[in-house]
């Protein structure tokens, strides 16, 4: 194989994707791409990748789709196929975001102030040198933030630490 299989999109179920699109968007800050509206929105960050000097790559950052619940798009059937409902018990795929010039603080409050539940705050990851929190947002997908630790991470003693 001369090309790797690349992952390019995850998509978020939701039962309103215009409404989804508006909270990731003010959550965020990225940009919705009405393709088309109410039916499939993709969620664009903006920028690029960083190489390991810190410049930006030629690689444009990974976007986010919300699609409709009720009729996943695309797929042959005009109609779409069942399931039609969010999935709501058990595990489901996490999301995790890498938080730019932003704050863990300031993205938890924005998404819970538009209806998400908090889930956790304040733990850092040891395996992977990341302070993280998450939430689930109001169509059950649940989000993880991650800020990088550094050479040398302070752990405030307030974190919960693995």
């Known amino acids: 194989m001369s090309k790797p299989n690349t992952l390019i999109f995850v998509d978020l179920p939701s039962s309103d994707p215009a409404a989804a699109a508006r909270f990731y968007a003010e959550v965020f800050g990225w940009r919705n791409d009405e393709k ?33 619940a009720a009729n996943a798009r ?54 992977f040198n990341g302070y993280n929190g998450a939430f689930e947002d109001p169509w059950g997908n649940e989000i993880l933030l991650w800020g990088k630790g550094g050479d040398a991470p302070a752990i405030p003693g307030t974190f919960t630490t693995e």
Do not use: C, Q
């Open 74 to 127: 695309p797929h042959p059937n005009k109609d779409g196929v069942e399931p039609r409902t969010l999935s709501t018990d058990g595990r489901k795929p996490r999301i995790w975001i890498l938080i730019g010039d932003d704050t863990a603080d300031r993205i938890l409050a924005a998404a819970e102030e538009r209806g998400a539940t908090i889930l956790w705050r304040d733990h850092y990851w040891s395996t």
């Open 36 to 68: 088309p509206a109410g039916v499939y929105h993709r969620m664009v960050p903006g920028g690029n990748f960083k190489n390991s000097d810190g410049t930006d790559s030629a690689i444009g950052n990974l976007h986010l789709g919300i699609f409709d």
